[in-house]
């Protein structure tokens, strides 16, 4: 493929015009990003559920029709998301040698659902009452690279507790992504795309994982076989834990001196990428964060004892 790299503007899932980096050639202007890493590239699938789909082609540079919404979020999102591990944790891609980006918008037929696949992001168009296309909202695209780069690095085993663990770092680093670019950041986890119809809602809490159902404490751990063993369920104790590492507060009786989200960032990023293992549990995780904590900070840091903290107030001890 060649042509001319240029900034094409387009609309978003949610009617947000924004600009982004296309390939122009004599065919018409391609969502190909080549000004980050191997490039980011964004397909359509066209409703049905061959991955990649077709590279996405547009006539005049101009993306504002309905249908190229989820693209155009796709698309610029996922260079969002390449600026932040790049720009905050020195890292090139998820696998710190500028892999590709690839993305697909438009699987399936009112597919609720968002995924790694193992080598690309994709995207359902929800059925407009679950969720709207789930690529409208940037925090759900950090959460599907983040499982990227989870892979390449402890490549947490997707069941059971590492499951959990591997499922909540995607939510914490959707959410300090969501926060780095100020895009109405919350500790929520894909508010801007679930339940059109019901405001203040989100497919997860991290401030209150019971929101939705989930355990905010050890104890209250979810020990059946459904969702791989509580992936999606037992992330709740680690995001909660998460939420009180970056911003304080007192949890069963456990008060946590907030650090804030860079620090934060920062220790989750060396926890992830220096200490967990594919069969890392919930004791492994406090003994890791600790130590990635005691690596940046020192053994007498406010940093570690805010650590320390968390992990016992979600009662992980
Ligand atoms: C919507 C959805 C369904 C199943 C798996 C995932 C998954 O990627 O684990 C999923 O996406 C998310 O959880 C992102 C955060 C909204
Ligand atoms: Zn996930």
Request: net charge negative; aromatic share 10%; hydrophobic share 30%.
């Amino acid at each position: 493929l060649t042509g001319e790299d240029s900034t094409a503007t387009g609309k978003g899932v949610l009617g947000d015009t924004k600009s982004f980096n296309t390939l122009v050639n004599s065919n018409g202007s391609y969502l190909v990003d080549r000004t980050r890493g191997n490039g980011i590239f964004t397909y359509d699938a066209k409703n049905r559920t061959r991955i990649p789909g077709t590279l996405w082609l547009d006539s005049d540079n101009v993306y504002n029709a309905a249908y190229d919404g989820a693209a155009v979020d796709a698309h610029a999102y996922a260079g969002q998301t390449y600026d932040y591990f790049q720009d905050v944790h020195s890292r090139n891609s998820y696998d710190g040698n500028g892999a590709e980006l690839i993305s697909t918008v438009h699987y399936g037929r009112s597919y609720n659902n968002a995924f790694w696949s193992g080598s690309q992001m994709v995207y359902g168009d929800g059925d407009g009452n679950t969720f709207v296309p789930l690529s409208g909202a940037l925090d759900v695209i950090a959460h599907e690279l983040t499982h990227a780069v989870t892979d390449t690095t402890a490549d947490l085993i997707y069941q059971n507790e590492s499951g959990a663990i591997n499922e909540s770092m995607s939510d914490i680093f959707g959410t300090l992504v969501e926060h780095h670019f100020n895009n109405t950041p919350d500790w929520q986890v894909g508010e801007d795309i679930y339940t059109p119809n019901v405001a203040g809602d989100a497919l997860r809490s991290m401030e209150d994982p019971t929101l939705s159902g989930d355990p905010d404490h050890y104890s209250k751990r979810y020990t059946g076989t459904g969702d791989n063993g509580g992936v999606h369920i037992n992330s709740g104790i680690s995001n909660k834990a998460a939420f009180l590492l970056a911003n304080g507060g007192t949890h069963y009786g456990v008060t946590v001196a907030g650090i804030g989200n860079d620090k934060a960032g920062d220790i989750y990023y060396r926890t992830l990428t220096q200490y967990l293992t594919p069969s890392s549990n919930y004791s492994h995780f406090r003994v890791s964060t600790i130590q990635a904590a005691t690596d940046l900070y020192g053994a007498s840091s406010a940093e570690v004892a805010s650590v320390k903290a968390a992990f016992s107030a979600v009662g992980v001890n």
